[in-house]
């Protein structure tokens, strides 16, 4: 018998881990992506001679510490990979000019936080004992055999110890552990450190794995990790079809059978795995025949990540003597300044400083992101002309805002780019322009999803649409788990290789 072929749609992390892993369990597979790169969001882009990075602040499993470096090593991501591990997530600055190194280590976090705020020492341990609590459960990469059945044993035994205090952070909100706070540098910190609803887990888990020295920085940004997954799925005799929208996916007595793209094309296989957008997938693709009340919940109630605009910039400047960190800095502006129809009085600063293959030799990108109304934009896209202006409104902006930091800064950005939701629905059809997903709520947090739909066989979905959180990791891991459960269900075992 020939094997089962697999049409996959989506070429971000997604869809081409499935592709991989269908590809080591013996099937066929070819993946359709919309547009002509690989990555999905995970994407960077050139301009004048500046690298402007759309993703990647920090890699979960850099390190073989956490059990995801084995994931990563499945895909092919790490081979000759480079880390940068930063001991500052971000650097906070308010109106009196005083400044908050959030650092990653608890220790050294919590002595900072009390030299600003000693009226905050409740709240201050309470934050950093959550970060240790994150480090002793970890997600440690097991050994094999007796040694590593005892390494489960112990891990798994000291992980009861802990769950009890650790509900505790996956009910909070940030906004709610930011009003635990009295100082107002501290509070605004902690509230906007990632996003308000989104639960307090994604802090304190996220400094725990930036302390262990787990989740580095992988140097040159995100479309290297998108091109080393492509080459490992290429190699294992993949295809990829670039600039290949699919508009259908093709349905028979109820079964998925295939894809029909914009072109009028019609793919024929066994079996069909969407990575796209969940949205578009379901209510497009599928024409929303194959939805329940759970499904329609999702969409009409559950809090996404937020549209963007996203501004690079390439300026001649090294900023040497700005403090390295994973976020940039974070200051308020003396004056607000409005993006997309909204005043800002905050503008956070990624700098690119630490990464040296971003930029020409003593210059630097940096980015810049602000929450935005995907309707907004829409609207305003109706007259190109409109659009292009108000894009232009936002350069000026942002270049004024910077000159409040960095008086001088205008004459020396050589290059600035602006993209807004559209842009990311333009790349990728996120829904709304959403950068990734689900927000990962308290409510949200632990949820588990199906990654198949009721009435239609043959079909499953995978990536950001299909868990809460997104993000690499769990791109990687929902393309991982369609291929197991197609496994599964072929009573095929399931194994992969690594590099």
Request: net charge neutral; aromatic share 14%.
């Given at each position: 018998?020939?094997?089962?072929?697999?049409?996959?749609?989506?070429?971000?992390?997604?869809?081409?881990?499935?592709?991989?892993?269908?590809?080591?369990?013996?099937?066929?597979?070819?993946?359709?992506?919309?547009?002509?790169?690989?990555?999905g969001?995970?994407?960077?882009?050139?301009?004048?001679?500046?690298?402007?990075?759309?993703?990647?602040?920090?890699?979960v499993g850099s390190s073989p510490a956490n059990s995801i470096f084995t994931f990563w090593q499945e895909v092919g991501l790490l081979k000759d990979r480079q880390f940068v591990d930063h001991e500052i997530f971000m650097v906070v600055e308010d109106e009196q000019g005083r400044a908050f190194n959030m650092y990653v280590n608890p220790d050294r976090l919590e002595k900072h936080m009390l030299e600003l705020a000693p009226q905050d020492a409740g709240a201050i341990r309470e934050l950093t004992d959550g970060i240790r609590l994150c480090k002793k459960m970890g997600q440690p990469a097991f050994k094999g055999g007796l040694a590593g059945l005892l390494q489960k044993a112990g891990f798994f035994a000291g992980m009861l110890s802990v769950i009890p205090q650790m509900k505790k952070w996956t009910n909070l909100s940030l906004g709610d552990l930011g009003n635990h706070f009295q100082d107002p540098l501290l509070r605004k910190s902690i509230k906007d450190?990632?996003?308000p609803d989104m639960a307090a887990l994604g802090l304190v888990m996220t400094l725990a794995f930036l302390d262990s020295k787990t989740a580095g920085y992988p140097l040159g940004g995100s479309m290297p990790l998108a091109q080393a997954i492509e080459k490992r799925y290429l190699d294992l005799g993949g295809t990829i079809h670039y600039s290949s929208p699919v508009e259908k996916i093709l349905v028979e007595d109820n079964r998925a059978v295939g894809v029909r793209l914009k072109d009028g094309s019609e793919h024929r296989a066994d079996v069909v795995i969407s990575a796209a957008d969940g949205h578009a997938t379901i209510f497009k693709m599928l024409e929303g025949r194959y939805v329940n009340d759970t499904i329609r919940g999702y969409y009409d109630n559950m809090l996404i990540f937020p549209g963007l605009v996203f501004v690079g910039l390439g300026v001649n400047r090294s900023f040497a003597d700005e403090t390295q960190s994973v976020s940039g800095v974070k200051y308020a502006l003396k004056t607000p300044i409005v993006i997309g129809g909204k005043s800002h009085e905050?503008?956070?600063?990624?700098?690119?400083?630490?990464?040296?293959?971003?930029?020409?030799?003593?210059?630097?990108?940096?980015?810049?992101?602000?929450?935005?109304?995907?309707?907004?934009?829409?609207?305003?896209?109706?007259?190109?002309?409109?659009?292009?202006?108000e894009k232009h409104a936002v350069s000026e902006a942002v270049l004024d805002g910077l000159e409040q930091r960095w008086p001088g800064i205008g004459s020396q950005v050589e290059m600035i780019d602006v993209a807004t939701p559209l842009t990311f629905e333009r790349y990728t059809g996120n829904w709304q322009g959403s950068f990734e997903g689900w927000m990962i709520t308290p409510k949200a947090l632990m949820m588990k999803m199906d990654n198949t739909l009721p009435g239609?066989?043959?079909?499953?979905?995978?990536?950001?649409?299909?868990?809460?959180?997104?993000?690499?990791?769990?791109?990687?891991?929902?393309?991982?788990?369609?291929?197991?459960?197609?496994?599964?269900k072929d009573k095929v075992k399931f194994h992969t290789t690594k590099i």
């Open positions: 018998m020939s094997p089962k072929s697999i049409a996959i749609i989506g070429a971000g992390f997604a869809g081409i881990s499935a592709g991989i892993y269908g590809q080591m369990n013996g099937y066929t597979t070819q993946v359709f992506e919309l547009h002509n790169l690989p990555g969001l995970c994407a960077s882009w050139k301009r004048k001679g500046y690298t402007i990075d759309g993703c990647i602040h920090w890699l450190s990632l996003f905050i503008l956070s600063a990624h700098l690119y400083n630490f990464d040296p293959t971003l930029a020409p030799e003593g210059k630097s990108v940096l980015t810049i992101m602000f929450d935005s109304d995907y309707n907004y934009w829409k609207t305003l896209a109706a007259d190109p002309a409109a659009y292009q202006a239609l066989q043959n079909f499953y979905m995978a990536g950001q649409w299909v868990q809460p959180g997104g993000g690499l990791p769990g791109g990687v891991m929902s393309g991982r788990r369609a291929i197991t459960d197609i496994c599964k």
